[in-house]
């Protein structure tokens, strides 16, 4: 891409941040939790609407042959399932929902500190100096992005973002969920770009007509995928 675009959409795994962070420090603060957690804030009704989708979902599991666990309706059967679904890396929303009241908590305590890539906080400085909006598309819930970049080790990155798109919004590989963030976003989709490390999202970006980059922080990356590769958040200046 060579003109400077409206808007810019990023990954959060392997694009800003380390995914070492993702599986080694967060997951398994959610995962150790999660119990605990429950038993705290049996009296939540944000925590019960989660539980009832989470529900929801395990019954689709087990009826479609999945083999989740027995949830006889105990706190104990719930966490259980949830860390099914973290064994299977399965991103459903109820679940991400969890995760982040969980990291809310360890953020505020001290406990977590949100990484990110010596780049980002460059790069969003000079894009937001440029007028260029940028905007978060993760399959972590929006609680989770605002916590990782408000309480990040590069300082609260959160004023230059104009945007957060999680789930809720549509699958990452679904042409139609980029189309709606850029709607969101008041932007034609041409006018935006995404960078991600996955080439599957990219490929449904594109499908919608936004431009795009592949993050390979670790070369080799992909083969054969068609998009404009880079190392760093660095290369994308205009």
Avoid: N
């Amino acid at each position: 891409m060579t003109a400077a675009p409206a808007f810019v959409l990023l990954d959060i795994e392997g694009t800003t941040t380390p995914i070492d962070f993702v599986f080694k420090a967060l997951f398994p603060d959610a995962r150790d939790r999660m119990l605990g957690f429950l038993e705290a804030h049996t009296g939540d009704p944000e925590v019960a609407r989660d539980l009832e989708a989470l529900r929801e979902a395990h019954d689709r599991d087990a009826a479609e042959g999945r083999g989740p666990p027995v949830w006889e309706g105990s706190m104990a059967a719930a966490a259980a399932y949830t860390r099914w679904l973290m064994d299977r890396d399965l991103k459903i929303t109820p679940l991400k929902a969890l995760q982040g009241k969980i990291w809310a908590e360890g953020y505020a305590a001290g406990r977590l500190r949100g990484v990110v890539y010596d780049d980002v906080p460059r790069a969003l400085s000079r894009w937001t100096a440029s007028g260029c909006r940028v905007a978060i598309f993760s399959s972590g819930s929006v609680l989770a992005q605002r916590l990782l970049f408000g309480h990040s080790d590069h300082a609260d990155l959160t004023p230059f973002l104009s945007g957060y798109f999680d789930t809720t919004t549509g699958p990452k590989g679904d042409a139609a969920s980029y189309l709606r963030i850029a709607s969101e976003m008041g932007e034609r989709p041409s006018a935006g770009l995404f960078v991600s490390d996955v080439a599957a999202e990219l490929d449904a970006a594109r499908t919608a007509d936004l431009a795009t980059a592949l993050m390979v922080r670790s070369p080799p990356g992909p083969l054969g995928h068609g998009h404009q590769a880079i190392a760093s958040l660095d290369e994308l200046a205009w």
